[in-house]
Nanobody, 128 residues
Framework: QVQLVESGGSEVQAGDALRLSCVANGRMIDRFARAWFRQAPGKERELVAVITWDNRQKYYPDSVKGRFTLSRDNPKNTIYLQMTNLKPEDTAIYYC?????????????????????WGQGTQVTVSS
C-alpha cells in the first residue's frame, strides 16, 4: 500500500513563493506518474502539474504555466511543487496523487479517477 503525505501549505501574500512536498510511504513508486491537483471551494479538483511515469514529460495548465514547477526526487520517493508569483486565485487545497498505469496521455493524467493514490491535502491561501 502507498500513503502520500503532503506538506508545505501556508498562508502567503500575493507575489510570494511557496514549495509543497509530497512523500510516498509504503513502497517505492519511482515508476508511477505523479501529480499535483488543487480544489478551491465550490470548484472541481483540477490538475496543476504532472510528470509522466518515465519522467519524459511534464504538463501544466495555462493558469500556472511559467509560475509552477514540478520536480521529482526518486531516491526520496518525493515530488515537489515550486510555486512562484502566487495569486489569490491559487488559493485552494493542494493534493498530490500517484498513478501506476503507463498511459501518458493528457486526458488520462488530468482525470482524477485514473489515480489510485491520494494525499490528504495541504491548504494554500494567497492574500491580496
Amino acid at each position: 500500500q502507498v500513503q502520500l503525505v503532503e506538506s508545505g501549505g501556508s498562508e502567503v501574500q500575493a507575489g510570494d513563493a511557496l514549495r509543497l512536498s509530497c512523500v510516498a510511504n509504503g513502497r517505492m513508486i519511482d515508476r508511477f506518474a505523479r501529480a499535483w491537483f488543487r480544489q478551491a471551494p465550490g470548484k472541481e479538483r483540477e490538475l496543476v502539474a504532472v510528470i509522466t511515469w518515465d519522467n519524459r514529460q511534464k504538463y501544466y495548465p495555462d493558469s500556472v504555466k511559467g509560475r509552477f514547477t514540478l520536480s521529482r526526487d526518486n531516491p526520496k520517493n518525493t515530488i515537489y511543487l515550486q510555486m512562484t508569483n502566487l495569486k489569490p486565485e491559487d488559493t485552494a487545497i493542494y493534493y498530490c496523487a500517484a498513478r501506476e498505469g503507463r498511459d501518458s496521455s493528457l486526458g488520462t493524467l488530468s482525470n482524477t479517477a485514473k489515480y489510485e493514490y491520494w494525499g490528504q491535502g495541504t491548504q494554500v491561501t494567497v492574500s491580496s
